[in-house]
């Protein structure tokens, strides 16, 4: 009995303890990829914070560089504009030197012709300008009259050479003035014109130089709003991968309080069961001090066979006692001559004792224990989702890539694509891998259309089975695709197990 009650007990304890184990691993497990989510959405916060403060860096030297830049394009606008006006002057100045030309030599051409005239009128006095000359003129005169006559030529000649004379210098000197000018204004414009040039130049330089940091900047300032979108994505898919894992946790929670209701139930179950083995071992005991007080002392006087046989019929456990009331009269009958050819010469006593005894049965018979309750049958495992359904919806998507949290033909994780999948074949599955791997049937056999799961400690990818060692779904490397459990088990995760809904 002890024993009985001992291995009942026991079995208690190893139910509960092997109920409540899993409990507190899964929800550390949960707890610790939130807070390592919620961590690095911490972290992607601050990285995104301080690309913040470099994009506004680049925006600020962006803005300097692009005034410094309009800057320069304003003064190689004036430079162009002084540089033409300087080439414009030259090309007038060279203009000027060409008219300038030209009148030197009508210049040039009075002054011969003044020249020739001089040595046609007095060729000696004008040229050597002797005043003898003169004299000698006058005095070679006849008459008084040829005198002042002669007179009058000299001093006209002398008037009009000094007139030539005076008109030569003047041309003379006007050729040499705007000959020097001219050449002064060509030599200034072309050193103008080279200064500009040079400023030209240097500014092009300048302009590309700025040209080339302005976009410098706006590319670096580009790469920091790219680095810092992508972060913000990380922060939000971390954000997103805390509410999945604390639906999976509340999932995984109700879970283990079914699970801990039923391991109560089977606890109660077999405590109730324990009892009722105790029960049933103490009343024959009971039964038999009973018999025992109510023996007559002609009884207590029998031979020592017969009181042996008396004991040893009221130590029949109650299971013998039930298999004797369903025997048929034959065989009772077969048995009391079994009994009589086996006795000593004392049978006759023995039978009549039996026939003393049968007038005192209703003081000492036995009562008959309460049957024990049959252990009720196992429900019949449910049959799979038609995998005919299950295999041409799901195909429908072979190719779909990997998407974290994905739920429609978009993107599917595992759990999105076997949820999307059995509810198009008519079956709600929970949301992620852990609560459908809760909530599923358990099998050892799996058939096509069943889930199978894998994990480490716990659930975290889960596919249909499709039977030969093959199951279909939403592979981080590959999208939708089918692929073998073995395979998935080494390069992957352990399996767990298959469940049936």
């Not at 971390?238 to 039923?262: F, K, T």
Request: hydrophobic share 30%; glycine share 8%; net charge negative.
């Amino acid at each position: 009995m002890k024993k009985r009650i001992l291995n009942a007990a026991l079995t208690c304890t190893v139910l509960g303890s092997s109920l409540l184990g899993a409990t507190p691993v899964l929800a550390n497990d949960y707890d610790t990829q939130i807070e390592q989510a919620e961590q690095k959405a911490v972290e992607n916060d601050q990285a995104a914070d301080g690309l913040d403060a470099i994009i506004n860096q680049l925006s600020n030297e962006v803005t300097s560089t692009q005034e410094a830049l309009n800057g320069l394009n304003s003064e190689i606008e004036r430079n162009e504009a002084a540089l033409d006006t300087a080439l414009n002057d030259l090309e007038t100045a060279n203009q000027e030197m060409e008219t300038l030309l030209e009148e030197i030599a009508v210049l040039e051409k009075n002054i011969e012709n003044r020249s020739a005239k001089l040595e046609d009128q007095a060729r000696t006095v004008q040229v050597s300008g002797n005043p003898a000359n003169y004299f000698e003129f006058i005095l070679d005169s006849d008459s008084l009259t040829d005198v002042i006559g002669r007179i009058d030529i000299v001093t006209n000649l002398v008037r009009s050479s000094n007139s030539m004379i005076e008109d030569q210098i003047k041309d003379q000197e006007a050729v040499q003035e705007k000959t020097e000018e001219t050449e002064r204004k060509i030599v200034q414009q072309n050193a103008l014109a080279g200064e500009l040039e040079k400023t030209s130049e240097e500014l092009e330089v300048q302009k590309v130089s700025q040209t080339a940091l302005v976009a410098q900047l706006e590319l670096d300032k580009n790469s920091a709003e790219s680095d810092r979108e992508a972060l913000l994505a990380q922060r939000n898919s971390a954000l997103e991968q805390i509410e999945v894992l604390n639906g999976e946790r509340e999932a995984v929670r109700i879970a283990a309080e079914e699970a801990e209701a039923e391991r109560a139930e089977q606890e109660a179950a077999a405590e109730a069961e324990a009892e009722a083995t105790a029960q049933e071992v103490e009343e024959p005991e009971e039964t038999q001090v009973a018999q025992a007080e109510t023996e007559t002392p002609e009884e207590t006087q029998q031979p020592q066979e017969t009181q042996e046989n008396t004991v040893e019929t009221a130590s029949v456990s109650p299971a013998s006692s039930s298999r004797e009331r369903n025997e048929t009269p034959a065989t009772r009958e077969t048995s009391s001559n079994q009994g009589n050819n086996g006795g000593s010469n004392n049978g006759s006593n023995n039978s009549s004792n039996r026939g003393s005894n049968g007038g005192n049965s209703n003081n000492t018979s036995t009562p008959a224990p309460k049957p024990k309750e049959e252990p009720k049958p196992d429900p019949k495992p449910q049959a799979p989702v038609s995998s005919g359904n299950v295999f041409s919806i799901g195909e429908q998507y072979m190719g779909t890539p990997y998407s974290w949290g994905g739920t429609s033909p978009g993107g599917f994780d595992c759990s999105g694509f076997t949820q999307y999948v059995f509810a198009k074949a008519g079956k709600s599955l929970p949301r992620n891998s852990a609560a459908q791997y809760a909530g599923a049937t358990k099998v050892s056999n799996p058939q096509a259309g069943d889930l199978v799961f894998f994990g480490r400690g716990s659930v975290t990818h889960v596919g249909i089975y499709a039977g030969g060692g093959r199951f279909l779904g939403a592979q981080t490397s590959t999208g939708v695709a089918y692929t073998t459990v073995d395979e998935f088990s080494t390069y992957g995760a352990p399996l767990i197990g298959y469940g049936r809904y």
